[in-house]
């Protein structure tokens, strides 16, 4: 399958998949490429920019395939040195680049500078229209099933995505409840070029997080996920788990007057606790919907094969079958 995605980013198969904190480190990205995707690299699950540059490096290692690195603009009153992981990526090769959290204006002349392809996430049409204002090469659209932030509005892709394909010129992939060859399909048809998953890449043999949290995406159901820190604007969602609880229970209590700090044991500093050593109730941790369709934990590789097998299908032969007059069961 060629689109514009493919193109862009010199991919087998537009699958991509999206920086994720203490998930995305090289052996996820390399696993991901290597199955002929695109991996993505956390750049701020890195201490500083050094060990970032030690991690790509480590990636290339590990593959030949194009991979990005995330890089996530958060809003916290100590912001890391972004001028220095933006020289990493440069100095690293790195040919594509995906931002998200606020717009990349300021680092997006140093990146296209370098030739490097931008994507960056957002969650309306207002944000990726602005993305497309500024120079990036495309974008990726996250509707309100995803796990992590999806913004303020709460609108799901099946509307996000036919609005974004008829404000947007740039390419887009959808982004937000995608796990499968009806995914992508679906995607494809509703305008976008390609897909980004996130919680469909966490169960996966190569993804280097505790079997835990692999075991927790496959028993969850699609009515596992909850929204956090909605009163501080700054949503998310998370798989529940007694840490997400209580936090609502505080939520509910303090209402208007809920500040970051009467939160920051159940949402700081916690990923490494769970993504790394397994215990599952030490707090909120991203999880999207799409925990629902995930029923196992096949390698990067037979999870591409079977979606690009899946879509093949799909589009050949039910979809064929249907323009043909076959009645489906
Ligand atoms: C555990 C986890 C951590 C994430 N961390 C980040 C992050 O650091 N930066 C970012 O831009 N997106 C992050 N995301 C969002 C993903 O890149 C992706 O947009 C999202 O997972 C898509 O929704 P899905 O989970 O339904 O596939 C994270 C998602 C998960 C599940």
Known sequence: ????ITEMFGIEHPIIQGGMHFVGFAEMAAAVSNAGGLGIITGLTQKTPEDLANEIAKCRDMTDKPFGVNITFLPTLNPPDYPAIVKAVIDGGVKVVETA???????LPYLKDAGIKVIHKCTSVRHSLKAQDIGCDAVSVDGFE?????????VPNMILLPRAADELDIPFVSSGGQADGRSLVASLAM?????NMGTRFIATKEAPVHENVKQA???????????VMRPLRNTERVLTNEAVERLLEKEKALGADLKFEDII???AGVYPRIMM????????????????????????????DRIMAEADQIINERLAGFMKGTVDA
């Not at 399958?1 to 514009?4: G, L, N, Q």
């Not at 959290?101 to 680092?107: A, C, H, I, L, Y």
């Not at 305008?191 to 897909?195: I, K, S």
């Open 277 to 304: 050593d397994g215990d599952m109730d030490a707090g909120a941790w991203s999880c999207g919907m799409v925990a629902g369709l995930i029923y196992d934990i096949p390698t990067c590789k037979e999870l591409i």
């Open 191 to 195: 305008g976008a070029q390609g897909m």
């Open 265 to 267: 044991n159940e949402v």
């Open 1 to 4: 399958m060629k689109t514009a």
């Open 101 to 107: 959290g606020r717009n990349p204006q300021e680092v």
């Open 217 to 227: 995406i496959v028993a969850a159901s699609e009515l596992d996920t909850r929204l």
């Open 146 to 154: 995803c796990g992590g932030h999806p913004g303020e509005d709460d």
